[in-house]
């Protein structure tokens, strides 16, 4: 009798579904998906579709960050390409805003690929602030588009057979199916030789050269892929919000981004970053708006506004420091401990 | 287009980039000691301004200005051993991270503490005019301020024999260890010195224009001065920083019809100008990778 699930074929152990817990959450996941709209209605309804948007957006970084370890702090600009791409072509060109979601995502994976030509040069620190110089300019590129602040999509351009996708239900089930194709390629990416090859550029790039992988490619695809996925994730915010302006894509989303990834679990491209946006966005956006009338009404007020950026930051070191794998480690570990309990090792 | 305008921009740029380079100066060194960049440093430059503020409330301006600088020391000794050091052999980016994850946690406090305010610090004010160019004394203190700082802890650093053992630790940390220089007391003293420097350069930037949110900008946009004199290089910050603050003023004044408020933007271009045609800076040392 084995203690344990063995796998005896190659093909099981680079199976998606491989535990029973795979199965059953497999199971719960998509029934809660499926039918949350029965009973997450309005603002938790948005709650729902603002962390498909983010999910998609902090898998992206994963791949960047987690798989092939380039740091890039400009994830929220790729995200705001994404955004003013269905934003302008739906007002200047009035193309439908729903079938522009795939066009925003080819633009940002375009603006993604030129983040990554410092990258063939440079490592690390450098990169980070290659990124960091990107992401200042292209907010200041956005502040130029349009100076008075907001871009306001056409209504008439969110519609598809006389369906209303701009918010709701059917806003809810174009996410959920663009969430759900974009996570099954990014774990297949991931697990297949791809990913194989950006995670041996990420612990050691001479190392992976020597084998044959080609690093430059494996690198221009990393950012390519991540910008992609920035992207589509920026239109399908463009169609979620009234308007579009440069504030929703400063640096402090992409700081956000970036601890959602490292928070979650850098390198574990879908449950890491899920746990995080998980963290990072619902449950603290849900912290936050019922704490701040409390804060509000002690007269601190000024907490109420701090208390995100000292949050965030706590966070991001403390993980970096003390759990560099992320909460999915912690998890594993309490699975671990139950697994084995009463009688550990 | 008047001289005199180019001329008063012109100064007024090297003005800033004076206060520019003594920031740069804190990540160079901490880069030299480290190999990283250490993201927190910003965020000193702007704690120091708001607890000079603040303690100027209740007490006199030397005794703000002293516990700002205090402050700034303090905070940067207290990320080398709570982050950097546990983070020593790491890959860069965890300590890249996680320095972002302090100027976070700082920026929030030091909002939290100092209210966000804008304000101005208790310094006497007069106007003098020399040819076409207005100088308030405030410019002057934050002038001769900063240069002289700049050249003490420069000269600090190649004339003695603290700076010496610094190079050393700066160069080869086990072969500075082997001859017996006391190598974490000096990562320690170099991530002091970068507080120090942070401290400063907050507290003339606070001078010079006012107590803002806006101060944390105006350091991260030092990292270009930074990075085009090359992250190792200490005295090329002089030149980095000067080559910046006039490019600002200059940028802002030619070009500001066409590209309303480039001139602050210019830096990042000039950041990715250098990373892209001469990534280790005009006086840094090539760093050539052995397998």
Known sequence: ?345 | MDAGLIIESTFRGITIGVIYSMIALGFNIVYRVNKSINFAHPVIVLMAAYVALVVSYNHSPLVAYIAAIASGIVASIAVERLVARPLLGRPPIALIGATLGVYYLVKGVTITIGGGETASLPLPYKLYRLGPINLGFNDIVALVGSLTALLVIILLHKKTRLGSAMRAVAEDVEGAAAYGIPVRRLMVLSWALAGLVGALGGIFLAVKNQVSVELEFYAIRALAASLLAGLDSMGGVIVGGIILGVAEELGGLFLDDYLPGIGYDLAFFILLLVLFVKPYGLFGTERIERV
């Open chain 1, 1 to 345: 009798m084995p203690a344990g699930v063995f796998k005896e074929t190659y093909r099981a152990d680079m199976a998606h579904l491989r535990y029973p817990i795979h199965y059953a959450g497999l199971l719960i996941g998509s029934v809660l998906a499926l039918t949350a709209p029965l009973y997450l209605k309005g603002y938790y309804l948005d709650q729902a579709i603002l962390f498909m948007i983010f999910l998609i957006a902090a898998v992206g970084l994963n791949i960047t960050l987690g798989l092939a370890g380039l740091v890039s702090l400009a994830h929220a600009a790729l995200m705001g390409a994404g955004a003013y791409t269905v934003a302008l072509l739906a007002l200047k060109a009035g193309v439908n805003a729903i079938l522009a979601i795939p066009l925003a995502g080819l633009a940002a994976a375009g603006l993604g690929f030129i983040l990554s030509l410092p990258s063939f040069k440079l490592k690390g620190y450098y990169l980070a602030m290659a990124s960091l110089a990107a992401q200042f300019i292209l907010e200041y590129i956005y502040s130029l588009i349009a100076p008075e602040q907001y871009i306001s999509i056409p209504f008439e351009t969110k519609e598809i057979a006389g369906i209303f996708f701009g918010e709701g239900i059917p806003l809810y089930y174009l996410a959920l199916a663009i969430t759900i194709v974009l996570l099954l390629a990014a774990a297949n990416i991931a697990r297949g030789s791809l990913g194989r090859a950006m995670k041996a550029v990420r612990d050691n790039d001479v190392a992976a050269e020597i084998v044959g992988i080609n690093v430059t490619m494996t690198k221009a695809l990393a950012f390519t892929i991540g910008g992609f996925y920035a992207g589509v994730a920026g239109g399908l915010y463009a169609l979620y919000s009234a308007g579009v302006g440069w504030e929703g894509f400063t640096l402090l989303v992409s700081i956000e981004l970036l601890g959602m990834v490292l928070i979650g679990g850098p390198g574990r491209v879908v449950w890491g970053s899920m746990l995080g946006v998980l963290v990072l966005k619902t449950g603290w956006t849900n912290l936050e708006s019922s704490l701040n009338p409390l804060l509000t009404g002690m007269g601190l007020d000024i907490i109420a506004s701090t208390a995100k950026y000292i949050v965030l930051g706590t966070l991001i070191a403390v993980f970096i420091i003390l759990e560099p794998e992320g909460l999915i480690a912690v998890l594993r570990r309490i699975k671990e401990y139950l697994r084995l309990w009463p009688y550990s090792y």
